[in-house]
């Protein structure tokens, strides 16, 4: 038995605790929001937060998320109201749209540690993220974007 | 993907009976005949609605849903195909949707008569059978209030969702009702281009919400009751077949509910994926490993150079370059490898098989063909098997596979599991599973007379042909000894050069090969753009002047080439180590030109920048347009400077990103998009990003260390 909170709700979950956290997340869950790609942290589709730390949720064990709380894409903001999600659609970002996930998150972090990041601020936090549409320009600029709406505290 | 060359009446001839036993012909739905629209039922609709043909309905709720017939794979086609018809529409735009339609010969693509997406033909395709359905829409909900308010129709307007007469007014949510009733027009006006209130405008997608919060669905993410989820061990070598497996280990892990072979290898069906992934680890199959077992990359490209010695199938003939009088020459060999598509969203495919039906979720580029495979597999005639379009997590061509493999293979699984199933490939899988860019070489020889004039080129492609083998294959390669896939971009290269030949070698290897994101342009655009760059330096002239003198007569040609050299500020002094590249192509009906700059360091080329100029024609949405060229670009450069599928004794040598890479944040250049604003036909977008991309950041890498690059991706120890 594994319990752990995931978006703020508790679950107790029978799982091999092995198996990883994105699969047990995708299938057992059912919030399929956080994507794969890989299999093996090459390029961030299944990024998560563990305690708040961007964690490549396709090599985590199950086991490592027990007693913490996970937040995935889900619980980012369902509304669409955290000022990253609304940078991005102000930038019209998404293109298939299918590494979104991992990116917003990741970016989370970044913005939360570095309120203001820099150019190579960006390219360090999400270096880790791969986008095949190419929508690497826009992620950047809805990044300056979502910094400058929190530092006018338009938003939390 | 699909060339647009293709001329329509080809299609009627086509049947993919071979594949599916689905007799396919030509047809251009006209107003007339969408307006037997599938039964709103099966749409989802309520009973109150208004559909007036098979792409829209309008709901007592004011909402407006536009049916969309072209899968979303990131192009775009989800906002930009209904911004066509709310445009004629006169709809309030707040309130239109989406939705993808279901498989019905109404949804097939006009041109290519059936339903598909390629070719970055949606936008331009659909562009008068959408505004048509609109346009109709419109005259039906004029005629309702019309008759509501007894007055003339002509005195009637429409404005954000509603008919208008003096200072009276219907919403076209009241109006659904009385429309239902009226019979569609047989013709319809459309609208002046200057009235257009979307069409032109950089509309954000409709899409995006969805794509933030998780609640987008991809094929992958599909759930239905009681399915369980395969993975299936395919042959480490094209062509090997199964002999037999052991899975004495493999039956008895948790989980798994069977263990069978297929005809694509052997299914493993678990619960779960990782149960199915870990327990095929602990299978043991035992394969033939057929005539591929020695195949060599390195092998095959030095047969290639061979082959390419010797004179090809003729493909253009312009003068004679034997007897060209020809004061310098050249010759040059470009190489480029075999690609993978590297959707973001590995394959997979969901089946539910039943005794007198089929349901199939996928993303899917390619509806009637991926449905009379799935038909035949599942042994019911095609209209037992439909088929939902999930959102695409990325295609670039591989969704769009002549055989369907991966639903064929799903329904084969179904069979045996006997539930609903998922079959998810694994990146390893996709990566492996073949359908590649097929590897070139093309070795081009030209000259220039004593005052620098380009007056010989010979072009001879050596590949292989991608619709060999396919049910197009008749009406694509029209009794040709050559695939036009293989040397569209050369074959119509547009510099007035006198004597001008093309000449194809067609290889045959066992490694199945698919058309990838702008297809032959790939490596033809890389190939010839740096040639030209070869001939301007045998001229000492400059690559930009050089180009201009010779597209004299191709005035749109001219537009992008210049707007982007002047863009980029071609001819400013850079800071040194830093070179600039120019590179100018025509592709998918659209006009592309771009400059790189980058720099070299340590034998890394670094991209700094690109400016790219697209000429696409009457344009719908400039910021759909502006992210395809960035996307493409970036596409492009990653191919340019990373990637290469190689094979060593008939295993292919790569698995997953780590071996394959794509360009990263870190490695992004900045990229700017310049459209040119005319109303000329619309042309493509998805595409023709790519192909100016590897041949740009090529010449600038000569410009900055005076090397050329014949081979991508570009290693400088290779650099000649």
């Known amino acids: 038995m594994i319990a752990f909170s995931v978006n703020g709700k508790h679950i107790d979950l029978e799982v091999d605790p092995s198996t990883p956290l994105l699969w047990v997340i995708r299938e057992q869950l059912g919030l399929t929001g956080t994507k794969y790609g890989c299999g093996m942290a090459q390029c961030g589709a299944c990024t998560v937060h563990i305690n708040g730390e961007a964690v490549r949720s396709c090599v985590a064990p199950v086991s490592r998320a027990g007693g913490k709380s996970v937040t995935t894409i889900e619980g980012l903001s369902p509304d669409l109201s955290s000022p990253l999600q609304r940078a991005w659609l102000e930038e019209d970002v998404p293109q298939c749209g299918y590494c979104q996930s991992g990116q917003l998150m990741s970016a989370a972090v970044l913005l939360r540690e570095k309120p203001k990041p820099t150019d190579e601020d960006i390219d360090e936090a999400m270096t880790g993220n791969i986008c095949r549409c190419g929508t690497y320009p826009r992620i950047r600029k809805a990044i300056h974007r979502a910094a400058e709406m929190v530092a006018k505290g338009g938003a939390r | ?720």
């Open chain 2, 1 to 720: 993907m699909i060339r647009r060359k293709l001329e329509r009446r080809d299609f009627l001839k086509i049947s993919v009976a071979a594949s599916g036993g689905l007799l396919i012909g030509f047809q251009f739905p006209r107003i007339s005949a969408l307006a037997s629209a599938p039964s709103s039922s099966a749409l989802g609709a309520s009973t109150n609605s208004f559909m007036p043909n098979a792409f829209v309905r309008i709901g007592t709720d004011e909402r407006v849903t536009v049916i969309v017939n072209h899968s979303e794979m990131g192009q775009g086609v989800y906002t930009s195909l209904p911004m066509l018809l709310a445009d004629e529409l006169d709809a309030d735009w707040t309130k239109v949707g989406f939705e993808p339609a279901p498989v019905d010969p109404k949804y097939n693509h006009p041109a290519f008569g059936m339903q598909m997406t390629g070719g970055s033909s949606s936008v331009y395709s659909g562009l008068q059978q959408f505004r048509e359905a609109g346009a109709a829409a419109r005259a039906m909900l004029i005629a309702a209030a019309a008759q509501q308010w007894s007055v003339p129709a002509s005195d009637c307007r429409t404005e954000s969702g509603a008919v208008l007469h003096g200072s009276r007014k219907l919403s076209y949510g009241q109006l659904a009702g009385t429309a239902a009733k009226l019979t569609p027009p047989e013709h319809v006006q459309l609208k002046d281009p200057k009235d257009f209130k979307l069409i032109g405008k950089p509309i954000k997608r409709l899409d995006t919400p969805e794509k933030l919060n998780g609640g987008a669905v991809f094929g992958i993410d599909v759930k239905l009751p009681g399915m369980v989820t395969a993975v299936i061990a395919r042959p480490p070598i094209f062509g090997a077949k199964m002999k037999s497996f052991d899975d004495a280990r493999a039956r008895s892990m948790p989980g798994v509910k069977k263990i069978v072979a297929i005809p694509a290898g052997v299914a493993v069906i678990a619960d779960t994926f990782w149960q199915a992934k870990t327990a095929r680890e602990a299978l043991r199959v035992e394969w033939d490993e057929g005539a591929m077992q020695n195949f060599n990359t390195s092998e095959m490209m030095h047969q290639f150079r061979e082959r390419a010695k010797a004179p090809g199938t003729s493909v253009r003939k312009d003068g004679d370059v034997a007897t060209a009088s020809v004061a310098k020459k050249i010759e040059a060999v470009y190489e480029v490898p075999y690609l993978s598509h590297l959707m973001m969203e590995p394959l997979n495919c969901v089946v539910d098989l039943r005794a007198d039906s089929c349901e199939v979720w996928t993303g899917s580029q390619f509806q009637t063909i991926d449905r009379a495979n799935a038909a035949k597999v599942a042994g019911l005639p095609p209209e037992k098997v439909q088929l939902h379009t999930t959102f695409l997590g990325g295609g670039f061509g591989r969704r769009a596979n002549p055989q369907s493999d991966f639903v064929v293979e799903a329904v084969y699984v179904a069979k045996a599991a006997g539930v609903p199933v998922k079959v998810i490939w694994t990146r390893e899988d996709d990566m492996q599973g073949g359908w590649y860019r097929p590897a070139f070489l093309h070795a081009i020889e030209g000259g220039v007379d004593a005052s620098g004039n380009a007056v010989s080129w010979r072009s001879r492609l050596v590949g292989q042909s991608i619709m060999a083998g396919t049910p197009f294959a008749a009406a694509m390669m029209k009794g040709k000894a050559y695939d036009p896939a293989s040397v569209e971009g050369v074959d119509d290269l547009p510099y007035e050069i006198p004597n001008l030949t093309v000449e194809s070698h067609q290889a045959e290897i066992g490694v199945p090969v698919q058309w990838l994101r702008s297809v032959g342009h790939s490596h033809t655009a890389f190939a010839t753009e740096c040639f030209v760059d070869e001939l301007a330096g045998l001229a000492q002239k400059d690559p930009y002047q050089f180009r201009r003198a010779l597209l004299q007569k191709h005035p749109r040609h001219l537009g992008v080439l210049d707007l982007a050299a002047q863009k980029a500020g071609w001819g400013k002094p850079l800071p040194k180590g830093m070179g600039r590249g120019i590179a100018v192509h025509f592709a998918f009906e659209s006009y592309s030109a771009h400059v790189a700059e980058v720099s070299v360091e340590d034998g890394n080329v670094r991209v700094h920048r690109m400016v790219c100029a697209i000429d696409c024609g009457q344009y719908v949405n400039p910021g759909i347009i502006a992210a395809q060229t960035e996307g493409g670009a970036i596409f492009g450069a990653s191919a340019a400077l990373f990637q290469e599928l190689t094979f060593d004794k008939g295993r292919l040598q790569q698995t997953n990103f780590n071996s394959f890479p794509v360009m990263r944040m870190n490695e992004c250049p900045s990229i700017e998009t310049h459209i040119v604003d005319n109303h000329e036909k619309s042309g493509g977008i998805g595409e023709p990003g790519v192909p100016c991309a590897a041949p740009a950041i090529a010449n600038a890498v000569f410009a900055a260390t005076g090397k050329r690059i014949r081979k991508l991706p570009i290693r400088m120890s290779e650099a000649v």
